[in-house]
């Protein structure tokens, strides 16, 4: 009995085998095949950031990109309300509705996903969950090892990478590996409610621990502390959006801020100084970078709006920008030269049925692909020109 079981297993693999195809397809033949198949509309298809090709990058070395969508699903340094680890495929939701097909950028005057550079999808980096000093370890060797690659178009000398957190403690792996990419230390652009330069002491415990240094309000003072940031007197890194309390009852955090070399615009500052003078403080603050092409890393908690734009966060604070506010003051940025960034502390269970939050920081991660895309554009003397109103 198991012989003849075994006999017509055979037969049966035999005759599939004749419908297997016998011939190469010619490239005429693909191309058709691609043009009946290959449409994706933003409900369909697998759940890559704006329907890019996915790569794993970090096991696939010979896949060249110009820029790439990572995931760090980490967050086991929070404070308060843990999720973020849900942030990276929460945010490749919410692009659904991004295509190449329909990816133009009035204000760029660009389609960033039909453009000089290759963008793909890099997946997530896969971090334990259980011990934060492996999970740092693995993070900094794999934003190391992605930002030596090579990359496909000469426009650029080394791929970019734009981080979809995860909570915001990942800034310091990524701020190492540009630092060791670049050879020289950085400045950073912050978008946040929170100052995230508080020495791990401003936690206080009755059980130190080494480990606990590291978290997502301590990553910049670290990243101070170990030389990856910039302390010349023209370099200073910059906060906008802040409006957290602070410790004890008076200013210390902010002149430990300052001592660090960072410079702070408040959440109240765009009333008086609106979209505009927010955008123009920012562009002075970093003048001397744009002249000397020092590397900026842009760092964007999406904690930086307010509550009622983005609930869907760990640590809330009330009276932040709303989501329209922060994409105009992206858009006027566009002249920075950033060489990384990440949008963080996108926590998915708090947010409504509406994805609001996600929403947010999908459309924050396009904006941010479009100012690199240009940014090569005018390397090459092919800058988009819009041909409609000034966004300012």
Known sequence: MRLALVAAWATLIAACSDHAPSRDFTPEELAELERKWGFEWGFNGIGSFAHLKHVK??????????IGII?????????????ARFGPRAIRQASARQTSFRGFNPRANINPYQNWAKIIDCGDIPLTPFDNAVAVAQMTEAFAELGLRATLSPLIQKPKLITLGGDHSLALPALRALKAAYGRPLRVLHFDAHLDTWHPAKYPSAWPSDQAHFNHGSMFWLAGSEGLLSNASTGASMHAGLRTRLSGDGWEDHEDDTAQNWVRISADDIDELGTAGVIKAILDNFATAEADGDPVYLSVDIDVLDPAFAPGTGTPEPGGWTTRELI?????????????????????????????????????VYEILSSMVKKGMQQMGKEGKNPGHDEL
């Open 57 to 66: 990058c970090l096991t696939t070395p010979g896949e060249l990109f110009d």
């Open 71 to 83: 995931g760090a699903p980490f967050d086991t340094a929070t404070s308060y309300r843990p999720g």
């Open 328 to 364: 105009r003051i992206l858009r006027g940025i566009e002249s920075l030269n950033l060489v990384g960034a990440d949008v963080v502390e996108v926590a998915p269970a708090y947010q409504g049925n509406g994805e609001e939050t996600a929403l947010a920081a999908a459309q924050v």
